[in-house]
């Protein structure tokens, strides 16, 4: 049954589970509104990580990157990670 | 006087930490064009998370490029022929798979530069390919 089929029946389990891949795929989260036998599923869209641009400072006469907070060692990992990821 | 090579992320590492940044002082240091183009592409893109912020730093690109000017004053860069790249894939043979081959890149041009310590923060991505470089974290 496609997405584009208006006509769509979905039955929970004995579990009261539901599942529909198209509708609901793995991992993505819903805010559900009951109204009466109404049920209005909202998908939750994750929240933007926010890019801070850093200040390129001299200190000890040498140029570093400057930002509000700390850069962890497993930060840096994961983000050249990432960066090597994109492009496999 | 020791020989270093520089990844990427030991690159990013040098660029926030005075620590780091002090080893570019002594000795002698190396890293790949390609390694400044990675530094590049993360720093004025995806960015790096700033602890408890939900925030990733990033910088402009004149920034990352005058912090790259400043590294590759500090480094000797090396490059692989194509003869070379391709003799150290013989020479991997299987060990060396898929993706696996742009780490192998890293690896081999530090082989090629005679290095004793391989500087990374992403230690696994390059055990048993860095010949007698020793890897260490910045």
């Known amino acids: ?88 | 006087m020791k020989k270093y090579y520089w990844d990427s992320s030991a690159m990013i590492n040098a660029a926030v930490s005075d620590a780091v940044a002090e080893r570019l002082d002594a000795d002698t240091h190396f890293a790949r064009a390609h390694n400044l183009s990675e530094f590049y592409a993360i720093m004025t893109g995806r960015g790096v998370e700033i602890r408890g912020l939900r925030a990733r730093a990033v910088w402009s690109p004149k920034d990352a490029r005058k912090w790259l000017c400043d590294f590759a004053s500090k480094v000797t860069i090396v490059e692989l022929s194509a003869g070379e790249w391709l003799d150290g894939l013989d020479e991997a043979g299987s060990k060396v798979l898929g993706a696996r081959v742009y780490d192998y890149g890293h690896a081999l041009a530090a082989v090629k530069a005679g290095a004793d310590v391989f500087l990374t923060r992403n230690r696994s991505d390059f055990e048993g390919l860095t010949g007698r470089a020793v890897i260490e974290h910045p």
């Open chain 1, 1 to 88: 049954m496609g997405w584009d089929n208006p006509i769509m029946t979905l039955t929970a389990d004995s579990r009261g589970r539901i599942a529909s891949l198209e509708l609901f795929p793995p991992g993505t989260s819903f805010e559900p509104e009951v109204e009466g036998t109404r049920i209005i599923l909202k998908r939750l869209v994750p929240e933007e990580t926010k890019r801070v641009l850093g200040k390129l400072v001299r200190r000890k006469g040498r140029l570093m990157l400057d930002v509000p907070g700390e850069i962890t060692a497993e930060a840096i990992a994961k983000a050249v990670r990432e960066e090597r990821d994109s492009r496999a």
